[in-house]
């Protein structure tokens, strides 16, 4: 591997302290496009700067996003999972994130059981309701305690499914006393599972943001997870430029060359 020149060294010493990292595919930009990393580098710092958020649950909100179903992002997801280690996370309150992550997979079910309704009222299809049976009624309540709202895909779940109600209420049981993440940061998860580009929920998103004022989750904490959430289009960089590193070497191999008819100086490692 070369060596740096004084000004790259600076620019990966710069891009670290914004992020808290350095990886493979951030040493390929740097020899391939350093102005570009550099751009990002301040973009996705300015949050963790700026922002209100402890470091901890800044990698917090991390490890639900890359762990997500949604994206699946395994080496961030390593990365970021020890980062929340070393700002102090346990390993109660990471099975917590990837336990909200797992109620992500519901997105669909409550999106779904609204078009539903819509649709079999369109075809003439709906009945009126039948007022709530006491147990229905218990079951009500017991959502509106634990989360202090009531949106309308649990009345459409609980008038046409009361048994898969009762179960999906006992999946969103918060069972810890202690030891896992609060109300506020699971919230604050839960916003940004909702608002990723890779499963972007709106009316899910909406339920959140709700839940988190109720809270008195500042709407600065707020936007900063937002922001946050945008940064995941950075791993085109992530998988694409080592990709791009190992595609040049064997071209370089073979004889060929790259767009410029060469590669970067240096080997390195792969993400």
């Given amino acids: 591997m070369a060596q740096l020149t004084p000004e790259q060294q600076e620019l990966k010493d710069a891009y670290i302290k914004a992020r808290g ?34 470091a901890k649950m800044r990698e917090l909100i991390y490890v639900a996003l890359d762990g997500s179903a949604t994206h699946l992002f395994r080496s961030g997801l390593a990365l970021h999972l020890r980062l929340a280690l070393e700002e102090g996370a346990t390993a109660q309150e990471i099975v917590d994130v990837f336990r909200l992550a797992t109620v992500q997979g519901l997105d669909g079910c409550h999106i779904g059981i609204g078009i539903l309704a819509e649709e079999l009222a369109d075809a003439g299809l709906a009945v009126d309701p039948p007022d709530l049976t006491k147990e229905q009624r218990a079951l009500r309540d017991a959502y509106v305690a634990q989360f202090g709202d009531w949106p309308d895909f649990c009345e459409q779940w ?22 896992g993440l609060d109300q506020r940061s699971q919230c604050l998860i839960s916003i940004a599972l909702n608002a990723c580009f890779t499963a972007l929920n709106p009316p899910g998103l909406r339920v959140q943001i709700k839940r988190a004022l109720r809270l008195g989750i500042d709407q600065r904490e707020i936007l900063q997870v937002l922001q946050m959430t945008a940064h995941l289009g950075v791993h085109a960089c992530a998988i694409g430029v080592p990709v791009l590193m190992d595609v040049l070497d064997e071209r370089a191999a073979e004889g060929g060359a790259g767009q410029d008819g060469r590669r970067p100086n240096e080997e390195g490692a792969r993400e």
């Fill in 21 to 54: 990292y350095w990886r493979p595919w951030t040493e390929g930009l740097l020899r391939f496009d350093p102005t570009f990393l550099q751009t990002y580098g301040k973009y996705a710092g300015y949050s963790a700067e700026m922002g209100p958020l402890s």
């Fill in 158 to 179: 609980l008038r046409r499914d009361p048994g898969y109600f009762a179960a999906l209420l006992d999946l969103l049981a918060d069972r810890h006393e202690g030891g």
